[in-house]
């Protein structure tokens, strides 16, 4: 029927319309039509949006609860003062356990819409904010189902007559039993009466007409208990509607997640922001120590490791310092080196033992002229070079060579065993600084220089890069471009792989959002949460390029201005 | 039949004429939608002036009518009762003088009970 079609898209259009925000024509516009309530299990609530803050009133037995929460980022706002227009003048409302303003509010029990007005003062800022609530009210909602047809009406009175004494059978009600039992009894009683007297038959037939209809309505559903095992879950009465909210996903998709339950699953909401930004590219990368700041320890010679004076070699992770004894090699001396110093030691021993004896000589003679003083001091330098000699050949069989720490840092790597034979040129001990650590990626692209990078660790972690510089010679046929990590490096280890985004030259546009703002939707899309309303959130599918290390750019599927959910953006994508 | 095109149309007029809000009005003020009313704010001095129309901007006797208006003066809020005067005008007067166009809401209570509030940026 084109006039329904008309009137459906009328009413799309005026909700649409409604749910835009402030938006409102002055001419020829349609007041008073409040937004439908976003679901049937959903209490019915006014919200009110300002720069600054964001306001939901929910209206429940006698009660204004309130949730202030900051624009832009969904925060909490505690110690605010809420002054609420009542009609007996201002109420502030008072602060409550879980984060909301209460305020008992009796004149809001009457159904039908209500506007107020919240004056919000959070610190030195102030702002008027106007909410509209509408009560519903049960009867005229009961009414407006009955209404298609006379039929209908009827169908649908009977089903709700059928329905609300299931449900009350089901809450094992003993009214409705005490009504059935009097109404039987008044029957029996009644027909007597009428017996005795014949005087009343008018008086029969009501009452014949009220057991009937009680008896019928109470039959009508007897199969089902019959029928059915009963269950648990059908004793249990069934909540009031709008008595609890709880989050749901809506039938348009669109995910509602009431006040509390947002403060429960902590969301916190940013505004996009249109930017331009250098695009990055991804290169692996791996954490290696700072060329100079990091060194090894190695023997020169072959030899027998022994600990340091101290007695105890340095455990993997000691702090060392530049210069520090870390171990000793004592050189092995072989057999034929033995033999070779020992006759050496004889001549040697030999030769000292004749120059001795002369020299002797050379001092008793040199007094009385007889030699020449020259002879004697000829003698006693041959002497002392001999000693020398012997001194330097018993030395050597005992002197080790000591490997000392070249730089500061702490031990990385140790494989002194005592007593172990180091071989010459082996790698004893390694020693990093670990504040000082690099990160070397291989690009297959020539970066161009002075572009700061970034790096994300699998745990999520990101670390602040400075350019250090590109090698030519190819590797992999890639070349490595080096890294120094900036600020704290702590937990990070040398070898340890990582993820290294760094800029380009070409620039793009888009919007800049935290990595945790997008979730893989469950086809596989990429999807951000949009901040509709204040307890409305709306999955956007986005187009995600990498930006850094936190944070991804959003090229295409939202624009700026919009506020998204940056924190417990996953846990909003489990509401079902 | 009318009613559902006249509603087609007003609600496309309000989806594509978004932010035509806040008009000025007849008596100099800012115009702005309360409940089903439109209500002008004038605020000269200390004297808060507010006007009451329907929507066809016709104007609905005063009489019966009960506001509020709290306006934020130097970030503070300043509450000032309104009471009806002639025509369609309610009238009252603030502690302190107001800027020239102070942010705040109107909120009104009219003759039968119902609350109706506006807000002016």
Redesign the interface.
Known sequence: MPIRLAAAFGAVALLAAVLAGPVRAHEGHDHGAAPPPVSKTIAPRGEALSDAFELVAIPRDGTLTLFLDRFRSNEPVPGATIEVETPDGPKVATATADGGYALPAPWLSKPGRHELVATVTAGDAVDVLTLAVTVPDPKVSAAATAKPAPAKAALARVSKVAHGVTDRLSAKDPTLVAAVAVAFLLGVLVTALARGRRAAPVLAVVAIGITLVLGTAAFAHGDEDHGAPVQGAALIEPRAPGSSDLAQRLPDGSVFVPKPTQRLLVLRTTMTEQGSFHRSVELPGRIIPDPNASGVVQSSVGGRLSPPPSGLFPRLGTKVRKGDVLATVTPPVQAIDVSDMRQRQGELDQQIAIVERRVERFKRLAISGAVARTQLDDAQAELDGLHDRRAALDKIRQQPETLVSPVDGVVAQATAVAGQMAAPGAMVFQIVDPNRLWVEALSFDALTAAQDATARLADGRTLRLAYQGTGLADRNQAIPVQFAVQGDATGLRVGQFMTVLAGTDTEQSGLALPRAAVVRAGNGQDVVYEHTTAERFEARPVRVEPLDGGRVLVAEGIGPGKRVVTQGAELLDQVR | ?IL????????????T?????E?SGQHGGR????????VELVAKGDTVDVFVSD???KPVPAAGFKG?A???VD???A?VSLEPADGNRLTGKAAMALGASP?????L?GPDG??????FN
Request: net charge positive; proline share 2%; glycine share 12%.
């Open positions: 039949m559902t095109r006249l509603t087609l149309v007003a609600g496309l007029l309000a989806a004429t978004a932010y035509a809000h008009t115009v702005t939608d309360a409940g089903k009313f439109h929507e066809g901007q509020t709290i306006l934020v970030g503070k809020p509450r942010k705040g809401a109107v909120q209570t119902a609350t109706a509030s506006g807000k």
